[in-house]
């Protein structure tokens, strides 16, 4: 009996942990987000589809995706700077045409090609 109010008890406080913290986050509205569609249309031309950069983003100095030494040292929040500001004259800045949940669900799409 004793276990399992216990068990109760840590079911319960990790559910309203759970609650606490996705509290007043939209989750549909990044769940709505087709991440590897923004991808294809705003970075493949420059990164290509598998993250290696094309002949123009090799020209552009384009970051290659599948760089596992960049991987490893790149911070999520260095990748959405980037994809906010840009690199003058090499890369467009993309927070006037994606929102920031856009911008932040790249990310995952552009850690995606360093598992391979």
């Not at 509205?29 to 589809?49: F, N, P, V």
């Not at 960049?70 to 260095?78: L, P």
């Not at 994606?98 to 799409?109: C, Q, R």
Request: hydrophobic content about 40%; proline content about 5%; overall charge neutral.
């Amino acid at each position: 009996m004793f276990k399992t109010g216990i068990f109760t008890a840590a079911s319960f406080a990790v559910f309203t942990g759970i609650v606490a913290f996705f509290s007043g986050t939209p989750i549909s509205k990044a769940a709505d987000i087709d991440a590897r569609k923004l991808y294809m249309t705003h970075c493949k031309t420059c990164h290509g589809e598998n993250g290696k950069p094309t002949e123009l983003g090799q020209g552009l100095e384009a970051r290659d995706f599948t760089d596992a030494a960049w991987q490893a040292k790149a911070t999520d929040e260095q990748i959405v700077k980037q994809i906010n500001d840009g690199t003058p004259e090499k890369m467009m800045p993309f927070k006037e045409k994606l929102t920031p949940d856009e911008i932040k669900a790249l990310v995952p799409v552009v850690r995606s090609f360093g598992n391979k």
